[in-house]
């Protein structure tokens, strides 16, 4: 059977209940840009985009590993990206899915390919932070940002599967999805990997990478990603991980958050994993200057000023304990919510 391209749409493609061809969805297209609410017009030019004659789509990195850019993403390596997560998550044709991410970024944008490529019957909402809010749907396969599997805690029990992506899940959240009768995943993944390109299930340590994709690491122990079907190109990190074995690895943390403290190298995702669920508001650690130790580790909260009980600590190794607690009104995030670390640890007087 010949592979699907970036020509077709699944005749099982429903969107809102609707049979949709690719001229129904251009029609849909013009409908969404001329009159169609705010988080509807992206939809209707990325439609447009889709099923223009280039090969390729343009698109904005998120900023969180750098200055925003615009690339471009070949089409048919978007199609391959739905496939390898079908294949993963063992979508079939018909299966119900909710789509709630914003389209102007690449997670939102890859649920309308799988929907296209899958044969998926798709509910579409606005991509708000409740987005299962008065909905008792049963669906078998949704994809949210934390912020959202937070506030659908009651609903997603009618829901099979999940993914959850865009920043980390933290460990409170971990715990109430894995109370629930779902299977639920974290995703890795960026814009250049058409998204994610490993999930880990909610409860397990590892991430096991999708079909056709294969890992190594560099001399950093950053992942190093080999995806011929998503990228020409292979793929360098700057995630430190553990591998496990050429399917499976453990991520550690981002190599150029790496706090050297008086030659004693911290990694400050681990100890924000050891903190979380003990800190009210958002915080993460990072280095400040030292004359002793070159730099100190500083421990960072958003909000006013509150007491800390030292017990927080008690989980922390020696030298993973802050120096110092700094209390900042306002992070500053990524369009996409994520903490610009070092802008914000920029704001330290």
Request: net charge negative; no cysteine; glycine share 6%.
């Given at each position: 059977m010949n592979s699907p391209t970036y020509h077709n749409v699944h005749n099982n493609f429903k969107l809102d209940g609707f049979h949709l061809n690719r001229e129904d969805l251009c029609r849909v297209a013009y409908s969404f840009i001329k009159e169609g609410e705010d988080f509807e017009k992206p939809v209707g030019h990325f439609l447009l985009?889709?099923?223009?004659?280039?090969?390729?789509?343009e698109m904005k990195t998120s900023g969180t590993t750098g200055k925003p850019k615009t690339i471009r993403v070949d089409k048919q390596a978007m199609v391959n990206s739905a496939l390898a997560t079908g294949d993963f998550f063992d979508l079939a044709p018909g299966n119900k899915a909710l789509q709630c991410l914003p389209v102007k970024y690449i997670a939102g944008k890859m649920m309308f390919v799988r929907g296209f490529i899958l044969g998926l019957d798709m509910d579409f909402v606005a991509p708000n932070a409740n987005p299962l809010y008065n909905n008792?749907?049963?669906?078998d396969f949704v994809a949210m940002v934390p912020l959202q599997a937070q506030n659908s805690l009651k609903q997603l029990r009618n829901v099979k599967k999940m993914i959850v992506g865009g920043v980390a899940l933290n460990k409170s959240l971990e715990?109430?999805?894995?109370?629930?009768?779902?299977?639920?995943?974290?995703?890795?993944?960026?814009?250049?990997?058409i998204t994610h390109i490993a999930a880990r299930k909610v409860g397990e340590k590892a991430f096991?990478?999708?079909?056709?994709?294969?890992?190594?690491y560099?001399?950093?122990?950053c992942l190093v990603i080999h995806a011929p079907r998503i990228s020409d190109e292979i793929i360098k990190t700057n995630d430190i991980v553990e591998l496990v074995n050429e399917n499976q690895f453990i991520?550690?943390?981002?190599?150029?958050?790496v706090i050297n403290s008086g030659g004693i190298k911290l990694i400050p995702e681990q100890i924000e994993q050891k903190l979380s669920g003990k800190?009210?508001?958002?915080?993460?650690v990072t280095g400040q200057p030292d004359e002793k130790l070159g730099e100190k580790l500083v421990l960072v909260i958003e909000g006013e000023e509150q007491p800390i009980d030292t017990a927080i600590y008690e989980a922390l190794d020696k030298y993973e304990k802050p120096k110092e607690v700094i209390f900042l009104k306002r992070f500053i995030d990524t369009e996409t919510g994520k903490i610009m670390r070092k802008e914000t640890a920029k704001q330290i007087g």
């Open positions: 985009d889709w099923f223009d004659d280039r090969d390729y789509i008792d749907t049963s669906y715990k109430q999805l894995s109370k629930l009768p779902l299977d639920a995943y974290e995703t890795y993944g960026m814009t250049e990997t096991t990478v999708l079909p056709g994709v294969t890992i190594s560099d001399q950093n122990n991520f550690m943390g981002r190599f150029d958050n800190i009210n508001g958002r915080f993460f």
